[in-house]
């Protein structure tokens, strides 16, 4: 982040918005977003495998063998595989779209897509941003053009954000959407692996929410869970104050604010497993300049987030803690959850396996 973005995220924003985060901040806490789970809540339905596309591109090789494995994994229909192709641009693969180009690949897409399909999963690494939007926010919501004049102006609302919601496309006219990334064929398909077993039994694991020395990126940190233990979901929180969480294995939530995150390969990750740091270019998954959001996956996580663009260090440009615990206890999927705790989501690229869902109702 930049230097400036060590003031108050509040001085940021013109007089009505910060109205607007007032009032946001004010109806998160009366719908108890602010709070882990109930012990005894009910579970909500899941994204099925029927509901979701899946984006292979036939100019890569990997997404090819790894689309493939996909569908068979998770039984995706035949019906919900889109095959397109996106050329390279001399050896690679281009890590941004033009607009232009953009809008006719997502014509392509959702020409082929029944009223059914509620969720997009593209299977690849790059591209990965449109502009300054993220490839998976300018999907879902449209691309916003007007965010690129101001990477950290105001982000467009998401009608999703916290929403009780069981059908995106059908209720708010939207496909959520996420990105698997193939730069190894054998990581993607043991990420798959860990997405898949999730599904099968709950496991002792913990949630972990880290206030860190870069105070930046700590904006977050009014929204973290209480700590404590949710029996019914055998699940425990933990708030702390550190740079880095070392040495545990029972990791179900990871998520810190670091521009890199050091001491990965000392945790293990239970299947299922989110995680992601708050900083400015995590989505950018092939830069160098920070802490890819892949690392993430690499680590045993199963599904990531990170913004393509600089966003400053607005708290709803990044997932919200509580509200991402909340909906993924209650049975959501992956994509769901993840999707549900973002308020301005357009810079913002969502990795890893969608359908994950640990406390899916069995």
């Not at 984006?55 to 493939?68: C, F």
Request: hydrophobic letters at 40%; charged letters at 20%.
């Amino acid at each position: 982040m930049q230097a400036y973005l060590r003031a108050p995220l509040r001085a940021f924003l013109p007089a009505p918005l910060r109205a607007v985060f007032s009032c946001c901040l004010f109806q998160l806490c009366v719908v108890g977003a602010l709070h882990a789970p109930s012990a005894h809540a009910e579970s909500a339905p899941a994204l099925k495998p029927g509901q979701l596309a899946i984006v292979i591109n036939d100019e890569d090789p990997n997404s090819v063998a790894v689309g493939a494995y996909y569908r068979k994994r998770r039984d995706i229909p035949a019906a919900n595989v889109v095959h397109v192709r996106i050329p390279r641009v001399g050896q690679s693969l281009p890590r941004s779209l033009t607009p232009a180009k953009f809008r006719l690949l997502k014509e392509e897409i959702d020409a082929k897509l029944g009223p059914e399909v509620q969720a997009v999963l593209m299977v690849w690494t790059a591209p990965y941003a449109v502009d300054c939007n993220s490839i998976t926010g300018a999907y879902t919501l449209g691309f916003d053009g007007g965010q690129c004049a101001k990477t950290c102006a105001a982000g467009q609302p998401s009608p999703y954000f916290n929403s009780k919601s069981a059908k995106p496309f059908s209720d708010h006219q939207m496909r959520i959407s996420m990105l698997l990334p193939t730069e190894s064929v054998q990581d993607a398909k043991d990420l798959i692996d860990r997405g898949v077993t999730a599904g099968f039994r709950t496991v002792p694991a913990t949630a972990y929410f880290l206030t860190t020395s870069e105070k930046a990126r700590n904006t977050r940190a009014g929204f973290f869970p209480r700590p404590g233990r949710i029996p019914a979901r055998r699940l425990t929180t933990k708030v702390i104050q550190a740079d880095v969480l070392e040495g545990v294995q029972d990791v179900l939530v990871y998520q810190t604010g670091m521009a890199h995150v050091a001491k990965l390969e000392t945790i293990g990750f239970v299947p299922g497993a989110l995680a992601d740091h708050l900083t400015s270019l995590g989505g950018d998954l092939l830069g160098s300049s920070q802490m890819s959001s892949l690392r993430w996956l690499e680590a045993g996580a199963t599904a990531s987030y990170g913004t393509v663009s600089e966003p400053c260090n607005h708290w709803q440009k990044f997932p919200n803690p509580s509200v991402l615990l909340r909906h993924y206890l209650s049975g959501n999927s992956a994509i769901e959850a993840y999707w549900k705790s973002v308020a301005w989501p357009v810079q913002g690229l969502f990795i890893g396996e969608p359908l994950a869902a640990p406390y899916r109702a069995r």
